[in-house]
């Protein structure tokens, strides 16, 4: 069965300082791969996605993420981390093929904390 | 262009009451799908409308069902409401060419007592 992990809760960084959030998935191939960043009382704003070829995508705010296949992963990183990066992560996967294309699988989040 | 909205924004029922949450699509997008975020966890699929017919459903009881619109707005209606119910659902809408790329609306919090 198709399921995305996010080994960690919850993360604390100081403002200024780099950022690495986790996510691993299990797919029977290579899905369709998002993040997705969640501010309190709003909705999920996609921040990047992975389809194919280049395994490294930049995205929005600064933020970027890296394909690996051979780990089954696609974190995500920051250089410099801001205050107003204050927020949960979503790491999400969809069936690039088949019955359940189109259906977003989430991992449960990271909830991101700067310190200033 | 106008963002995916839904109605209301907050709700409160009580236990076997019956619910109807609204979506309206963003513009050009023909499909929209349906998701439960229980607080602490990531969002759960519930099910997609496309060309105004279910094209997808996730592990949920049937007594929640949509509709979908000849504009592609949607609703989500629950029957039947239990406790643990109580979540934000989150209304996406995409277009079919550009598939797995959704655009989220802001959610209604439920509450069921």
């Known amino acids: 069965a198709q399921s995305v992990t996010q080994p960690d809760i919850h993360i604390t960084v100081s403002e200024g300082a780099s950022l690495e959030l986790r996510c691993n998935y299990s797919y029977g191939a290579t899905p369709y791969l998002f993040w997705y960043v969640q501010s309190p009382g709003q909705g999920l704003q996609l921040l990047l996605k992975?389809?194919?070829?280049?395994?490294l995508v930049q995205g929005i705010k600064g933020f970027e993420a890296e394909f690996k296949r051979s780990q089954s992963s696609f974190n995500l990183r920051k250089p410099s981390v801001h205050w107003s990066d204050a927020a949960e992560y979503f790491c999400a996967a969809s069936a690039d093929r088949g019955s359940t294309l189109g259906r977003l699988y989430f991992g449960r989040g990271t909830q991101l904390t700067v310190w200033p | 262009e106008t963002g995916v909205t839904q109605s209301p924004t907050h709700l409160i029922k009580t236990r076997g009451q019956q619910v109807t949450l609204r979506c309206s699509s963003q513009?050009?997008?023909?499909?929209v799908s349906w998701y439960q975020q229980a607080l602490g966890q990531g969002p759960q699929f519930i099910f997609q409308y496309y060309r105004e017919e279910e094209n997808g459903r996730g592990n949920f009881p049937p007594r929640f069902s949509g509709l979908q619109f000849p504009n592609y707005s949607s609703e989500l209606n629950v029957n039947a409401l239990e406790l643990d119910d109580s979540a934000l659902y989150l209304c996406?809408?995409?277009?079919?060419?550009?598939?797995?790329?959704?655009?989220f609306g802001p959610g209604t919090r439920l509450t069921v007592l």
């Open positions: 513009s050009g997008h023909n499909t």
């Open positions: 992975y389809f194919s070829g280049d395994t």
């Open positions: 996406a809408s995409s277009y079919t060419g550009e598939l797995g790329e959704q655009f």
